[in-house]
């Protein structure tokens, strides 16, 4: 009895009780580390709360400046001076002026998306300046202070192993979610390759050069400011860009914690499956992330994409010390835009050379006044296939630059034109000076650019419902002067004296004919999509939706009492009509205007340019140069039609009328085009000549 009782209490407590082998055990020993993080959390949020306002004091505030009150009551054209002026001082003009226009196409995506992007600008600044105002300072202490990089550097380390997700929480659970927060995660995110670098700036200064300025009597702050700091500044300035590619790479995860700006857009854009939104926000985070970081790009890594460095960084958190350049020295593309020899001159101007760069200046400055003469009569033209007010203007004219009449056509002929006669006229003042597209091949490209584009202008076909449409004589005025631009130039670059910087590759260029084919494929791909896409209601409507309409209006008349509900049925079947009929007009289409053949006609001749441009009928360096500048000047003819199609019906075109996929596939196929040629033309100079060999070939340097 006493054993069975036993037994039954045994099996009872089993039952009851998991055997140290079941994994139910765990539960009676659970440490409540949970419990001791919330009572520490209560317990600071309670007791520390003055310290906490300390700390969120200056994100808070220097996140309301920048943004609150500079960025977003700022009008967007003063923003976009302000960033040329800045990427001018900090780098160069062309650096400016690239960030000015990637700025300005955020600003025409609509005035949501200007706001985003202030804030996504605001946002990363705040968080990079605050990294440069601990970061620096730190990572010199721990420079010159053996003591305290023992203490920071292991510091550093756990920053980088764990995860953000790890250490995003605190920041939510002390201050909530929202900007402020998001930029504490993105600061110390990004924070320790500066430090890093700085460090390892300051501790590579040549030993001998700091006992040097010691022994002349220099105090330590003369030594740091004079000497230290100044010979570390690439490591610094490549600290500084890593942080911001770290900050930019940390968007992400600020949208989750709902911090504004484009990266919040788009992820709302990716929960919602909203393709519109996500392409448009899409495009705008990737041009705000290639301005902040072209600004603060180091000289060496110019020709780096951002994606690949964003990779890079994020691999190299803990060793940033691989990212730095080699050598302080400029590149080779850069120094050699300088002179750098003291005798060798640049080629004088030969006889052969000015009588087609005059032809080169007159061709450009015919194709500028044309602008101003008229390209419309009786309707518009381009604009007339998305704005009815423009399918009849009887009696009525309109210049290059009217959005009737030329419009973007117009506006891109007078940049073009501009562009062919300040080349020429350059080199007729200062050969081989001045910008680098103001040179001969830059004349070849923009005249060609201008008469690919006034080409497929003139062969365009005018809207059907446009009939009394007929082109003025600046059309054909342009057309001329480009042709006379283009023959100038072309006989121009096959006298030019210019030479390769460094000896182009034996080899056949197959690379740059299959990035041609590409193009062309590209261009095909686009000829054959939508270049519109109409939804106006008077389109929509067809002769059995004209019926029925009358139909109801016929039920209306024969009884008067239904009128009102008549009218309801009229006005939803219309606007059903708007929303789910869709006329879509491709690039080759007899319903438009077939910018998308002539283009493709292009691109098959610019493909069949390639050949000779690669090497493959002879590999002479200065065919291959020439035949490079026809295959651009061709690839940005194609881009210039498609830019001009798009922006045109941005400027004037009714809202249910937008321009389709199709143009600016055939846009991104000429800049393809043109960037397959970009390696050869480069490396083109106008030629040295030496005192010593004046009489010989002249000599590129």
Known sequence: MSNMSLLAQTETGAALQPGFFDDEVLDQFQIP????????????????????????????????????????????????????????????????????????????LGNNYWLQTARTIGFVGVAVLLCVIIGIPLGVACGRVDGIWRVVRPVLDGMQVVHSFVYMLPFIFFFGIGTVSATMVTMVFALPPLVRLTNLGVRQVPADVVEASRAYGAPEWRVLLDVQLPLARAAILTGINQTLLLA??????????????????????????????????????????VVLDRISQPEETENTGLLRRIRLALAHRRDPEALLPAGGSRSGADSADEPQS?????????????????????????????????????????????????????????????????????????????????????????????????????????????????????????SDLAAGQSHGAGVYVALVGALVA??????????????????????????????????????????VSGWSFDQRTDVVITAETEAE?????????????????????????????????LVV???????????????????LVGLAVSAPAAGVFG?????????????????????????????????????????????????VGGVVLVATTTGVIKEFRRSRVYADHADEQPVAV
């Open 33 to 108: 580390v949970g419990a001791w993080g919330d009572q520490a959390v209560d317990w600071i949020a309670v007791r520390l709360e003055w310290l906490l306002a300390i700390i969120e004091w200056p994100f808070d505030k220097l996140i309301g400046f920048l943004v609150g009150d500079v960025l977003e009551p700022a009008p967007w054209i003063l923003v976009v001076i302000a960033f040329f002026v800045i990427g001018t001082l900090a780098r160069n003009v062309k650096v400016g002026a690239f960030a000015a226009a990637a700025l300005s196409l955020c600003a025409v």
């Open 248 to 289: 930019i790479s940390m968007l992400g995860i600020a949208a989750i914690m709902a911090a504004g700006g484009l990266g919040l857009v788009l992820f709302q854009a990716i929960t919602t499956q909203d393709i519109a939104k996500g392409m448009a926000s899409g495009l705008a985070f990737f041009l705000v992330a």
């Open 342 to 462: 003291d005798e060798g001159t640049l080629a004088p101007l030969t006889a052969a050379e000015r009588r087609p760069i005059l032809g080169v200046v007159l061709g450009g400055l015919i194709a500028v006044l044309s602008v101003f003469m008229t390209w419309s009569s009786g309707a518009g033209f381009i604009s007339a296939y998305g704005r009815r007010s423009d399918e009849d203007l009887a009696g009525e004219s309109f210049s290059g630059l009217a959005a009737s009449g030329g419009s973007w056509f117009g506006y891109l002929a007078l940049v073009l034109g501009l562009m062919a006669a300040a080349a020429a006229v350059t080199s007729l003042i200062a050969p081989g000076r001045g910008p680098r597209l103001w040179t001969t091949d830059g004349a070849v490209i923009s005249s060609l650019a201008l008469l690919v584009m006034m080409i497929v202008y003139v062969l365009a076909s005018p």
């Open 486 to 527: 283009s023959i100038g130039s072309v006989l121009w670059i096959r006298t030019a004296p210019h030479s390769p910087l460094h000896p182009l590759s034996a080899k056949i260029g197959w690379g740059r004919v299959a990035g041609a084919a590409v193009a062309v494929v590209v261009i095909g791909v686009g000829a």
């Open 549 to 581: 309409i009358a139909e109801l209006r016929a039920k209306a008349d024969a009884d008067p009492t239904q009128a009102g509900v008549v009218a309801a049925q009229i006005s939803a079947l219309t606007s059903q009509l708007a929303t789910e009929k």
């Open 585 to 603: 007009t491709d690039g080759i289409s007899g319903e438009g205007p077939g910018l998308g053949t002539w283009s493709l006609l292009v691109a």
């Open 619 to 667: 590999r002479g360096e200065h065919k291959q140069w020439r035949w490079s500048a026809i295959a651009a000047g061709l690839g940005a003819g194609i881009s210039c039609v498609a830019l001009a199609w798009v922006a045109t019906h941005v400027r004037s075109a009714d809202p249910s009328y937008l321009s389709g996929v199709g143009a600016f596939l055939s846009m």
